[in-house]
């Protein structure tokens, strides 16, 4: 036998010896499970499909227990009252960045001179709110009209056939590009506005070959051609979105500018900028496509929610100044009068919003429970709260959890219901979509008028019909759990 060989074998016998150097549980501290395998110990069965195997562990350990995860040992709360404590947490106890920040670096090959969180979360924060919100859905509507009511019309009369993610995903994406980034030129010709719709759609076919991919990225489980092919559409994607292909661009959001500025004092290069553009590409619209179709989705299986929501639109026409045909606008007022949509909507992300959320545990820290339990967490584990399985599913919470009720959310008297009870307590944290505390989403008021505002048009613009309305809803992608919104299988 070689040295070389020895010392290989002496290399793995000691690596082995490391691994399988286990840690115990502390006494104050949650059920701990580390699994058969040595350093690997529950990855496997977490990335196939991470609902089944936390329900697994729940009913092993409780609603709270400690596992191995692909060297990292995660501590996952399930009990939604004690959600609260967590999610307002200051970032030195209980870190939502830490992990951002390994994904940012890991998919989307960021990685920014200076970078402080906070920062630039101060900064982006008033971008999304108030005047600027008004602005951004103001646009929003415009350029749904004309990609989605451009795009119908190109195609001339008639039905055309396509799959209902595509559809959702590819006008929201567009729209929302479009909006954020900017359009060909103002004010809008119909020369303009076919360029808008060649160029979004080349954005939104080039990132959706790279989202398909991300769950296999995000876990580091490429293959060789899947490695070339993100590759290939990750070059294309930042020639598409590089801070010199977006100067000349009319109507840039007060988003695009202040993150363009933020980025140019960090003294991130022309390259990096690219590369951040498409990293916020995916963080701003990779969700709403996948909301929108589940939405339509719901609404196409079930003609009772879809003749409720019909109602209520009608009812807005009817008090319109101007027909459908002549809107510029939905005002924000009509948006936030359309208690029947509301409630489809929180239905929906009720049953395919499946966040991971996670913080980085930064001190030795004690985590109270709402029943008066007391667990000491660990300095460098990570903590995860998975609502999708509770509340969002439990059936404690929501009668026939996995069914689709589109007056879930609505009292008898038409207002929205907020009232949920688990352990004859009443929730805080019913639902969950879009996080909660310090790091709830920044862009839900946004994301939640862009939504409503693709299904107003899609319903009184569009004819729709599933082509096999009688083939089943499909299964969700159960690897794409924690990836936000969940896609069909
Ligand atoms: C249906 C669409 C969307 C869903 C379901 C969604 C959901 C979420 C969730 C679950 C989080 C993490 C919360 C946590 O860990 O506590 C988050 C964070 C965030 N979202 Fe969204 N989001 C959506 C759309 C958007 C849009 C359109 C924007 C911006 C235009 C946006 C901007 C952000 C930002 C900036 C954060 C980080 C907040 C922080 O740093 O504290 N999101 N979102």
């Not at 920040?101 to 920014?112: A, C, P, S």
């Not at 396509?162 to 994406?173: A, I, N, Q, R």
């Not at 294309?236 to 007060?254: E, G, I, N, T």
């Not at 606008?329 to 991971?356: G, H, I, N, W, Y």
Request: charged content about 25%.
């Amino acid at each position: 036998m070689s040295w070389a060989v020895l010392l290989g074998l002496l290399a793995a016998l000691l690596l082995l010896l490391l691994l399988s150097r286990r840690r115990a549980r502390r006494p104050g501290e949650p059920p701990l499970d580390l699994g058969s395998i040595p350093w690997l110990g529950y990855a496997l069965e977490f990335g196939k499909d991470a609902a089944s195997f936390l329900t697994r562990m729940k009913e092993k350990h409780g609603d709270i227990f400690t596992v191995l995860v692909g060297g990292r040992h995660v501590t996952v709360l399930l009990d939604p009252h004690s959600y609260e404590t967590v999610v307002w947490e200051p970032r030195s106890k209980l870190d939502f960045h830490a992990y951002a920040v390994f994904l940012m670096e890991r998919i989307f090959d960021v990685q920014l001179p200076h970078y402080n969180p906070s920062d630039e979360k101060a900064k982006m924060k008033p971008t999304l709110l108030h005047r600027d919100l008004q602005a951004l859905t103001e646009a929003m509507y415009t350029n749904l009209c004309t990609v989605l009511l451009g795009d119908t019309t190109e195609a001339g009369s008639g039905w055309q056939e396509m799959g209902l993610l595509d559809f959702s995903y590819s006008f929201m994406l567009r729209a929302g590009y479009l909006t954020l980034y900017g359009v060909e030129a103002l004010p809008r010709t119909p020369e303009s506005q076919a360029q808008d719709r060649i160029h979004s759609a080349d954005v939104f076919h080039t990132f959706r070959q790279l989202d398909l991919l991300l769950p296999k990225l995000a876990r580091g489980s490429l293959s060789v051609g899947d490695k070339d092919q993100v590759c290939k559409v990750k070059g294309h994607l930042w020639k598409l979105l590089s801070p010199a292909r977006l100067a000349p661009r009319a109507h840039r959001s007060s988003w695009l500018d202040s993150y363009l500025q933020h980025l140019e004092e960090m003294g991130a290069s022309e390259e990096m900028q690219a590369r951040a553009l498409v990293l916020q590409l995916w963080a701003t619209q990779g969700n709403m496509g996948p909301a929108a179709f589940w939405l339509l989705l719901f609404l196409l299986k079930n003609p009772e929610a879809l003749a409720a929501v019909r109602g209520e639109l009608e009812q807005i026409l009817l008090q319109a100044e101007q027909p459908v045909s002549q809107m510029t606008t939905l005002p924000q007022k009509v948006l936030d009068s359309m208690p029947v949509l509301d409630s489809v909507l929180s239905e929906t992300l009720r049953l395919t919003a499946a966040p991971f959320i996670t913080r980085e545990v930064m001190v030795d820290l004690a985590l109270p429970m709402a029943d008066g339990r007391e667990f000491t967490l660990r300095r460098g584990d990570r903590l995860l709260l998975f609502p999708f399985l509770s509340p969002q599913k439990d059936p404690e919470v929501y009668t026939d959890p996995e069914v689709f009720q589109y007056d879930r959310f609505l009292n008898p008297d038409g207002t929205e219901k907020k009232d949920f009870y688990k352990d004859g307590k009443r929730l805080k944290n019913y639902s969950v979509p879009w996080g909660a505390g310090h790091n709830q989403c920044l862009g839900r008021a946004y994301a939640t008028s862009s939504i409503k505002q693709f299904v107003f048009l899609v319903l009184t613009r569009c004819d729709l019909e599933l082509t096999s309305p009688d083939a089943e809803i499909p299964e969700f992608d159960l690897s794409r759990d924690g990836v936000l919104m969940l896609q069909d299988g």
